[in-house]
Structures are given as structure tokens and as C-alpha cells.
């Protein structure tokens, strides 16, 4: 599949009279047809004797085997090795002609891609010799790629970079799973102990409310290690940032983009079992109160404005916004959002906090309300980020009372200086005969 995609690559960008492309099959049994005009099909052992690189598309586990077999038929080409697997070892980086590229890029995007697009494919290169590299880079512009230079001691990373979703996923993953996890076991036992409690609601009734409460939890979680952050630098600390905070701000955005999924899980469970049945609480007489009827417009604001940040965090999208969009999205729009998720919540929670005697629904087995704990930790979070902004907005006036007075000062020193110097009188200085002196002077620019 690989190297259809290639011949395609070749086909849209490749200036045919500079490089020729040919294709060869290693095994006698499998015969192979050309992709399209512009490539052709040569026999095995004359086309890898004759060329000056070598792209070799094979499966990561046959290309120890297919080196031992056939290495001294490439004379001095460079041999471009393109697999993902875990099989190469560090045999490899000690041949200056071995470079590492094209296994970055996907075979249906290539064969899908044409020359009139205004996309270009990214390969990072890595290898051992810098002529070599640079070989090879020449060639991945003429077909049409963008290319990365990666050192040399990168080189087992990007070997295997493309066979795992990446420590931020499965931390992140861990951390939300582990989240619902408490969150689940939590609603089980409350609800449990409600009269009249039926097991089987757990699969909807009550994990309807598991989906929510992880949801505005981990949304929370994804603010929380900017905002410590930004809280320390106001707070006026100049060390680096403890591991943890650095570790929560490289999986913000895994678990953010989790905490949406979960969050579109409540959604749809809500549309599908909303009715008197089980949100017969909220309706009097056929309709709903001011805070029920608050809470859902909330709720509506709420999921609109994340799912607008989840569109951002689209490669395709936060690639062509600037800082100040950035900042604007992930700044007032994201925790606006937070803030009507909390108030949804509140809406929805607060009369059984208050109401007695207490409800045996509300607070069943004498364990807090699902509403109140849900809502606790994101209040915190928020009122982190009140008080940082605040010290922030206090850091600018402070700094700003502190100029001005300067910045006065300067100007009535130099407005005194002027005066008294025209206030005296000049020094006779000789004139030219046609020449005529001109000051021109701009109080407002001292």
C-alpha cells in the first residue's frame, strides 16, 4: 500500500527528467503491475543494483533477513527505511548510508493526495551521516513532502513513534477511567439505599449521572494545572514548575477531549430518558419551574461552548489560529463553559441541599448529594482562577501606579527646563545670510 501511495506522490510532484522511479518485488511469487505512467516495474536484482536510493517498503520483521540476503547488491545506495516496528535495532546506526523517513505518513493519505492541494505531508529524517540525510530530504521535497531534520539521538523514538497512541493518551485515559471508576462506585452505593431503588436503572437512570459528574470533573481537571501555574508566577516564583504541573499540562488536552466524550455520553442519555418517568421531579402541573428551566439552559450553553473548544483543539483548526484566538478559546470561552456546567449543576442541586426534613432521594444513606460533591471540586477550580486573575489585574495597576508618577515626573522636568531656557536670553550666535532657524516642538511627545 505504501509504495502506491509513493508512486502517487511521485506522479503529482516529481520532475521526471531529475529522478526516475521504479519498483521491485524481492519474492519471484508475487508479480506486480505498474501504479501509473509515470513508474515502472523492473526486475528484482537489476533494480537494486542500479539505484542510488533505496525506499524499502517491506515488513519491519523480513528486514533483517532481506539485508543479510541482499546488501551487497546495493553497491552505494542509500537505503531509506520507512517501517514502524519494533524490529530495527541499533545495528542500523552504524551504516552512514541507513536513514529513518516516510513512517510518519499514511499510505491513504498519499493516494488520496493531488497536486492542487494546499496540504503538504511532514517526514521527519534521521540518520547518522548529514550527506545521506541531506540526500534524502532532496528527494522527500521533489515528491512533495515537508521535511524535519531530526538528530541523531532521536533516532529510537522516531522508530517507534508510530506504534503507540502516546504516554499523554494512556496517562490521560488512566486518570478519566480511574476517575468514572470512583465516580460509579460512589452513585452505586448512594443510590442503592434511595426507596423503591431498582438495580437495573444503574444502566441508564443513574450512569446518566456517572457520565455528567465525570464530565464536569474532568473538565476541571484539564483548567487546573495552567491556572497552578500561572498562580505561582503571580504569587512571584520564579522556579521551574513542579513535575506534576508540568505533567497535568501535557495531558490537559487528552483529558479535556476525554471529559467532552463523556459529556456527550449525558447529553444523548438525557434526550433519550427525559420525560416524566424519570424527570417527573422537575415538572409541576405539566411544567417546569425557573430553575429546572435555568438549568437547562445552562446545560444547552455549556455543551455548545465545549464542543467549540473541542473543534479547536482539531489540528486542522488550532494550527490557523493565532496566539489571540488561542488565548481568547482556551481563556474567558472555556472556563464561561465551566462556570454554566457549575451552574447546571446548581440549578438542578440546591433546593434538596436546603429542603427538610432531608430528602431520603437526595441524601440516601446519609452520604452527601451526587449534585453538591460533583460541584465542589470545579468551585474550587474556579475560584483559583479568580484569584490568580485577580492578583494579575492588581500586579498591572501596581506596576502601572508605579510608572505614572515617573513618567510625570520626566515631563515636568524637562517642560521646566524648556521654559527657563526661553525665559533667557539665547547667545548672540553668527547668522547665515538666507538661513532662518525653526524649532518645532511637541509638548505631548516628552
Known sequence: MRIHGMANMYECYANKEHFTM????????????????????????????????????????????????NFSLMNDSIMIDLT???GSNKRDLKFDRWVKAFNDTGAIQELQHHSGGKSRFTTQVCGPNEDSVDAVIHLAEALGYSTKKVPIDQYEKLQSAQDTIGWEWMHSIVLMAGLFLFVAIYVIIQTSGRPHFEWYTIMTRHSNRMFAWTSIFGFALSLLPGTLI??????????????????????????????????????????????GEYFGFMFVEGAMGWADEASMLTAVLSTSIF????????????????????????????????ALGIMHVLFL?????????????????????????????????????????????????????????????????????????????????PKMKGFKECFLLEPGSF
Not at 499540562?249 to 447529553?267: P, T
Request: with cysteine.
Open 307 to 338: 464542543i467549540i473548544t473541542g473543534i479547536a483543539s482539531l489540528p486542522s483548526v488550532s494550527d490557523a489560529m493565532n496566539k489571540a484566538q488561542f488565548a481568547c478559546v482556551y481563556g474567558p470561552v472555556v472556563w464561561t463553559g465551566l
Open 84 to 86: 514502524n516496528g519494533n
Open 22 to 69: 521504479v519498483f521491485t518485488e524481492p519474492l519471484q511469487s508475487k508479480k506486480m503491475t505498474a501504479f501509473n505512467d509515470s513508474v515502472s516495474v523492473e526486475p528484482f536484482p537489476k533494480a537494486i543494483e542500479a539505484c542510488d536510493i533505496c525506499i524499502l517498503a517491506i515488513p519491519d520483521y523480513a528486514m533483517e533477513m532481506f539485508l543479510i540476503q
Open 349 to 429: 442541586g440546591v433546593p434538596s441541599w436546603t429542603e427538610t426534613p432531608r430528602s431520603p432521594y437526595a441524601w440516601a444513606r446519609g452520604m452527601i448529594p451526587e449534585t453538591l460533591l460533583s460541584s465542589v471540586f470545579p468551585l474550587f477550580v474556579v475560584l483559583l482562577k479568580a484569584v490568580q486573575v485577580g492578583l494579575r489585574w492588581i500586579r498591572r495597576f501596581k506596576n502601572k501606579m508605579m510608572s505614572a508618577p515617573s513618567t510625570t515626573t520626566v515631563h515636568d522636568e524637562l517642560s521646566s527646563s524648556l521654559e527657563n531656557e526661553c525665559m533667557e536670553s539665547p547667545p548672540q550666535t
Open 230 to 275: 500561572r498562580l505561582r508566577r503571580e504569587l512571584g516564583s520564579t522556579r521551574r514548575p513542579p513535575r506534576h504541573l508540568v505533567w497535568g499540562c501535557n495531558i490537559r488536552k487528552h483529558v479535556g477531549l476525554i471529559s467532552l466524550y463523556f459529556l456527550f455520553l449525558h447529553a444523548c442519555m438525557t434526550v433519550l430518558l427525559f420525560g
